[in-house]
T-cell receptor, first 114, second 116 residues
Framework: KAGVTQTPRYLIKTRGQQVTLSCSPI?????VSWYQQTPGQGLQFLFE???????NKGNFPGRFSGRQFSNSRSEMNVSTLELGDSALYLC?????????????FGSGTRLTVV | AQSVTQPDIHITVSEGASLELRCNYS??????LFWYVQSPGQGLQLLLK??????LVQGIKGFEAEFKRSQSSFNLRKPSVHWSDAAEYFC??????????????FGSGTQLTVLP
């Protein structure tokens, strides 16, 4: 059974550009969450999608957005990139948006903003 | 709001020694608690989780954790550490509201170094 797949693994972008990251959940998983990991702030929740609807959102500016498709794959977009957006972005999938179902994380996309 | 504290930023142990990583949480109701491990450049792997019932939970790779409500703690233990256990360990709490919880709050992590 394939795990959570995130693409690309590494990305370098310039300040002011925008970027789109992709996450394919485990087959059968319909809930996808996104987390940002930085040395300074640690792991922070970005948002969660279930059935193509955003169900929960963390404390991030509107430059961070996402969506989920009918096949449960999800994308997150960051517009007008800032140096501080450099981070490891982790996607996690779950059967449903309930904590007791557990989350499986992907290996992440390492974004570097220069 | 919930929070998680991992008091030890870095721990060094010798291979074969026992290990205990500390985790304290703050949450008003019964928490859902997790321990994850992250190797360099990798995502998070779930070691174990506590939802209810027996307060001593067993996980993968020989890890266990004990939930102590009176101390608001969920410490991770392993009787004998292997060199491959060197990694960063994260404790997390998931809050439940209105029947479902939709995010994890993580501690800042504990970096484990294993000496040969």
């Amino acid at each position: 059974k394939a795990g959570v797949t995130q693409t690309p693994r590494y990305l370098i972008k310039t300040r002011g550009q925008q970027v789109t990251l992709s996450c394919s959940p485990i087959s059968g998983h319909r809930s996808v969450s996104w987390y940002q990991q930085t040395p300074g702030q640690g792991l922070q929740f970005l948002f969660e999608y279930f059935s193509e609807t955003q169900r929960n959102k963390g404390n991030f500016p509107g430059r961070f957005s996402g969506r989920q498709f009918s096949n449960s794959r999800s994308e997150m977009n960051v517009s007008t990139l800032e140096l501080g957006d450099s981070a490891l972005y982790l996607c996690a999938s779950s059967t449903a948006p309930q904590i007791n179902y557990g989350y499986t994380f992907g290996s992440g996309t390492r974004l570097t903003v220069v | 709001a919930q929070s998680v504290t991992q008091p030890d930023i870095h721990i060094t142990v010798s291979e074969g020694a026992s290990l205990e990583l500390r985790c304290n949480y703050s949450y008003g109701a019964t928490p859902y608690l997790f321990w994850y491990v992250q190797s360099p450049g990798q995502g998070l792997q779930l070691l174990l989780k506590y939802f209810s019932g027996d307060t001593l939970v067993q996980g993968i790779k020989g890890f266990e954790a004990e939930f102590k409500r009176s101390q608001s703690s969920f410490n991770l233990r392993k009787p004998s550490v292997h060199w491959s256990d060197a990694a960063e360990y994260f404790c997390a709490v998931g809050a439940v509201s209105s029947g479902s919880a939709r995010q994890l709050t993580f501690g800042s992590g504990t970096q484990l170094t294993v000496l040969p």
